[in-house]
């Protein structure tokens, strides 16, 4: 009988997985993903927190920007994670062992494609990010030193992507909170050793992260090829050029990419539209927004729990698994985003001083914390959805929701700040969360009809 890992330190048979309670099963992979999340944002916290400490707030408005066009590049090829984890649950849940190596194959390849692509396409893409961010700040050009010396590890982080993916929707998360807390701990040690003992600012901040990816990286591939043994054997290999697969790949790859892309450019639109605002406002909206990113990530493994669990569930073709995957995975992220809006609205800044040592910068960002603190809760119904149609692996739906809530969060980012300044921005990103999960709520009936078929 196949095999594979669905608990912590437990191996269950896989005929078995349909007959676990689901309760158990969403903590089981929720709770370790929280881990791996958290950790992936850490690097990028204690970046702020280093180079604020012992920097200027130039330093820290270069960081934020450096970060914002990185992020916004690489970023729009998370597709490759969340794709890979949507074919590779289906897959799993199929009991397809054949497919589950050739779904991370074709995946590696289109990363591999894409990265050297991405170094290819450095300086003309960052000329492009530059000139969009360019509102006379000297922040940037130390956000350009950051950038040019992050984006040598672009295929390294694309292919890290696809480990990530594949591990999830195999429910391999043991492996997958080791690769990252291995990842993001050496990025930390790295970053405190380049920035802190040597000195080297944003240089050294950028080049720690660059490294710690490219090691991470063959680490991953190692985790991987290990488990690659207890898999189909290599004639399997041949579904790499099968059409329909191909094809399907790509058509969701290509959505997800879309959709991933209008994401990162409205959040990059605000970057833009508070450094407009002045040096302070840049500097205390990227100390808010790093907070936010933690708390997504920290929310996130709920939606990714039901990520992997529904794509199972439709590979399957269990329509009653499919709907006790979705009711108990937003129960525990909508209580998970209640108790962290409460510990955020009791202790939450008192992590600011951390961030920076500038008054002003302090001062702004303690006047716009509640919106911080209420963020999970209206952040949550979008994440949760999102993992509900990443594993349903439904991009036109995915990326026709996203443009969506651009167009209204747009709308909103235009006519609010001129009047309330920069809560304009933060009422903007509640617009955008808010129209990110209305169209898929009213659009969710069509994945339980497809298995009825």
């Not at 660059?210 to 591939?221: D, F, N």
């Not at 036109?396 to 209204?408: K, S, T």
């Amino acid at each position: 009988m196949s095999v594979d890992q669905t608990t912590i330190g437990r191996t269950v048979p896989i005929a078995d997985l349909g007959h676990q309670p689901v309760h158990r099963r969403i903590l089981a992979v929720a709770l370790p993903a929280i881990l791996a999340n958290l950790t992936s944002v850490l690097p990028a916290i204690v970046d702020t927190a280093l180079v604020g400490s012992t920097g200027t707030r130039l330093d820290l408005g270069g960081i934020a920007l450096g970060s914002t066009i990185t992020g916004f590049i690489l970023w729009a090829f998370s597709f490759l994670r969340i794709g890979t984890a949507g074919f590779a649950a289906q897959a799993f849940g199929a009991r397809d062992e054949g497919e589950q190596r050739s779904t991370f194959l074709r995946a590696l390849g289109l990363a591999v494609i894409f990265g050297f692509a991405l170094i290819l396409l450095m300086v003309p893409l960052g000329m492009l990010g530059f000139a969009v961010f360019d509102t006379g700040s000297d922040a940037l050009d130390i956000a350009g030193r950051y950038y040019h010396i992050r984006m040598f590890a672009a295929p390294f982080d694309l292919i890290l992507y696809v480990i990530v993916g594949w591990l999830l929707g195999r429910q391999r998360v043991r492996d997958m909170v080791a690769l990252q807390v291995f990842l993001n701990l050496l990025n930390i040690a790295l970053c405190y050793l380049f920035v802190v003992l040597m000195g080297r600012g944003v240089d050294g901040a950028a080049a720690a992260t660059a490294i710690a990816v490219g090691i991470s990286c063959g680490v991953g591939l190692f985790v991987v090829r290990a488990q690659f043994r207890g898999l189909a054997p290599r004639s399997a290999e041949s579904r790499l050029i099968e059409s329909e697969k191909l094809l399907g790949l790509m058509a969701v790859n290509r959505d997800i990419f879309l959709r991933t892309f209008v994401l990162m450019a409205f959040l990059a639109y605000l970057v833009r539209v508070g450094a407009q605002m002045g040096d302070v406002v840049l500097a205390a909206n990227h100390i808010l927004f790093g907070l936010v990113a933690l708390i997504a990530q920290g929310l996130d493994g709920f939606a990714q729990a039901t990520e992997s669990l529904t794509g199972q569930a439709i590979g399957a073709r269990d329509r009653q698994r499919l709907s006790r995957v979705v009711w108990a995975g937003s129960f525990w992220g909508l209580l998970c985003a209640f108790l962290i809006g409460v510990a955020l609205y009791k202790w939450g800044m008192l992590l600011l001083p951390y961030f920076s040592h500038d008054v002003d910068v302090l001062k702004l960002a303690r006047d716009h914390f509640l919106w911080v603190a209420a963020a999970p809760l209206v952040a949550i119904w979008c994440f949760q959805l999102d993992g509900i149609y990443f594993g349903a692996t439904r991009g036109a739906e995915i990326r026709n929701g996203m443009i969506i809530a651009a167009v209204f969060g747009l709308a909103a980012s235009l006519v609010l700040p001129p009047f309330l300044g920069n809560n304009g921005i933060w009422m903007a990103l509640y617009v955008f969360y808010v129209m990110r999960a209305l169209p898929l709520v009213f659009w969710y009936g069509r994945i339980p009809r497809a298995l009825a078929r």
